[in-house]
Structure formats: C-alpha cells, structure tokens
C-alpha cells in the first residue's frame, strides 16, 4: 500500500484505541488528512495529529484544531436532536430499534469522533414503518425517498438530516435470518438508552452493511472500524457459533475474517481482543488497498468512475448472465439519456449518430481504462471467498 494509506491507518488506529500517534518527519499530513476524509474518519485523523507527541511539525495544526472543534460541536447538537427524535417516537407509540448510528459511536473513545451521514432506523412490523414515516412528515421531515429498494424510506428531518425507517434489513437476506434473538435495550454514555438488536444480531447487520458497500458502491475505514470496535466491546455476549453459522450459510465468511485481520494487522487491536478467526495477511492488505482506492479516488463509486465500470460490477452480483444486457443498454441508451450526456445531439437530432458514436467511444474508454482494476478486485474477491 501507498505510504500515505499506512500513515492513515496509524493515525485512525491510535485514535480509535485511544493512543497517543508519533508522526513521522516526512509524514505529508495534508495528504494523509485527504485520504482519512474519503474514509470518513477525518475527525478521528485530526484528533490523532491534535493529541501527536510531535504536532509541533504541523505548519496549519491552529487551523486543524478550529475546524475540529466545530465539527465536533456540530456532531454534539446533532446527537442530541436524535435523541429527541427517539424520544418523540416513542412517545407516539412507535418502537424505532436504532441499527448503527448511536450505538457504534458510543463505542469510540470520543462519540463525536465517528462522522455520521444519517440516522438508521428498524421497525419490525412494516405497518408502524409506513406510520412512523407518516409521524415524522407532520412533524416537519421532508420526504427524500419512499420504499426505496423495497426496504426503507428516508426523509429529511430538521437538526438531524436524514432518517432511513428501514423494514427490512439486508438485500436477499430476509429479516427472520438477519434477527435472531430479543431486542435489547443499550445504556450509552451520559444516560440515555436505545432499543437496538441483540449483540449478534448487531454485529450480523453491521458487518453485511459494510460488505454490501464493499461490493456494490463504496466501503470505508469507518465501517470498518465500527465492526472491530463493536466485536472488542461484546465479544462475550457475541455467539460465535450462530454468528458463522451465518456467514457461511451466506458466504461471507472469510471476508469476515479478512476485516478482523485488518484490525490486527493494522489498527493495533490484539488478537484476543476479537474473535479468534484465521485470515491471511496478503488479502487483508488487498483488501485495505481497495478500500482506499474505492473511497478517495473513485474506483468504484458511481461518482468519479469512468463511464463502463458499471460492466464489470455486474460481475460481481452475483448476475453474470445480465452482464450482455446490461452492455447492450449502456451502449444503446434511451434518448433522453444520450440527450444528458450530450446536450449537443439535444439541440440538433441530426447529430443523434454522432452521440451514438460519442457514447460507444466513451465506454470503450472506460472499459480500458478500468480494466486492470477489476481484474485485481476480482482476484481479491477470490481470496475473500464472495466470488
């Protein structure tokens, strides 16, 4: 792996076990911070280098330390306007089971730390999904998604942003395999408690989560994080037995095993911290090194990718015999697809061949250009055991 991805690593690594980082001289502080944002561990990389025996190196450490401070604010009064939604929930007679959000920042040695994007929520009768989605839109939420993949809807809710009401949890895999045990209500610091999953249960949705994002979009350092920290925290109250008996009914076994030797090899957990699982360290470095270049530069992400990526990635979902039809549509798309792409022909249908022509270079591109990538990923998919 690139330098500035160990140097990352090493920060996040002291950050989240609480330990007090030693940068190196030559250390390229900006560029390591870059990479930590695409990880959406930036909070956890700062205060890292804050709390560095040697920050003195740091030419804009005041700068870094300011901005610090205010996003840790803005997480605060986040925080807390989530838990007044909690309670207006529950008040009304609903029970949203909280699935990540508060119950993996609690986990961190500062909460504020953990960067959260939305608020995950669980209804085990659909019927008080619909009903809680319908509360939280006369209570000010804008609507954002309804049913979206036929599992949650997702509204934008004032002080909180967006809420997903999930119900179901994981794509293909039905919730009465995902839930297994009781729901559990969790102490968290400073006094409050959620209703959430039991322990396995947690640690189940939590590591298919991150997976699925693997696989599909975008995977970062702080899912990866989140499992570790929540293993360390539950190990005894997580049932082994159920846990892979699970993952190797679903195949995901020794990618499992591949995310807690990232934490050994490289975040400075002990092995007898974690479950005791066997990974090899080769594809624990692979695996890091995709991360990285799935969430900083775009690889994988539908973002930054170059046009034809999309052929590949189907590959990976289990529908190869889809990967024909799916060429076949982002070669010949719809026209007003092609008009987007290029407003040129929009304005001149005489110069439809021409975008035609236009679009099949593009993807030839990107076909190329991306190549080499998706054969490595594959590999790596290999060695996980998904492919």
């Not at 090493?10 to 950050?15: D, F, K, N, R, S």
């Not at 709390?51 to 205010?70: C, F, G, H, I, S």
């Not at 209500?185 to 396995?200: D, E, I, P, Q």
């Amino acid at each position: 792996m690139e330098q500035y991805y160990l140097d990352a690593l090493y920060l996040v690594g002291c950050a989240i076990q609480n330990k007090k980082a030693v940068l190196r001289p030559d250390m390229d502080v900006g560029r390591v911070v870059h990479e930590c944002h695409g990880q959406s561990c930036e909070l956890l990389a700062l205060s890292a280098i804050a709390a560095a025996e040697n920050n003195d190196m740091v030419e804009n450490l005041p700068d870094m330390q300011t901005y610090l401070v205010k996003r840790r604010v803005k997480e605060t009064v986040r925080s807390l306007n989530v838990n007044k939604l909690l309670v207006a929930l529950e008040a009304a007679g609903y029970k949203p089971v909280v699935i990540k959000g508060a119950v993996l920042a609690d986990l961190y040695p500062d909460p504020m730390l953990r960067e959260s994007v939305d608020t995950d929520l669980f209804f085990e009768n659909e019927a008080d999904c619909g009903r809680a989605v319908s509360f939280l839109l006369a209570h000010g939420a804008a609507v954002k998604e309804l049913n979206a993949a036929g599992k949650h809807s997702s509204v934008e809710y004032p002080g909180v942003g967006t809420v997903e009401l999930h119900r179901r949890l994981y794509d293909d895999i039905g919730n009465e395999q995902m839930i297994c045990r009781p729901l559990e209500r969790v102490s968290l610091r400073g006094g409050r408690s959620v209703l959430t999953l039991g322990k396995t249960d947690t640690l189940k949705f939590v590591f298919c989560h991150m997976l699925h994002h693997f696989l599909f979009s975008r995977c970062d350092l702080k899912q990866i994080c989140d499992i570790l920290l929540y293993m360390r925290k539950y190990r005894a109250e997580i049932d082994a037995v159920e846990l892979r008996r699970f993952l190797e009914n679903i195949g995901y076994w020794r990618a499992f095993a591949t995310v807690v030797g990232a934490g050994i090899e490289y975040l400075g957990f002990e092995s007898g911290e974690l479950l005791p699982v066997e990974y090899s360290p080769e594809t624990v470095e692979l695996f890091l090194a995709d991360c990285f270049n799935g969430c900083t530069k775009g690889v994988w992400g539908e973002k930054a990718q170059p046009r034809g990526t999309g052929i590949f990635s189907v590959r990976f979902n289990g529908r190869r015999g889809g990967v024909i039809k799916y060429a076949f549509g982002r070669l010949f798309p719809e026209r007003r697809l092609l008009e987007r792409l290029y407003p040129y022909c929009e304005k001149n249908p005489l110069l439809l061949p021409a975008a035609w022509a236009n679009n099949a270079y593009d993807l030839a591109k990107g076909v190329i250009s991306s190549r080499g990538k998706y054969d490595e990923r594959e590999l790596l998919l290999k060695k996980m055991g998904i492919v």
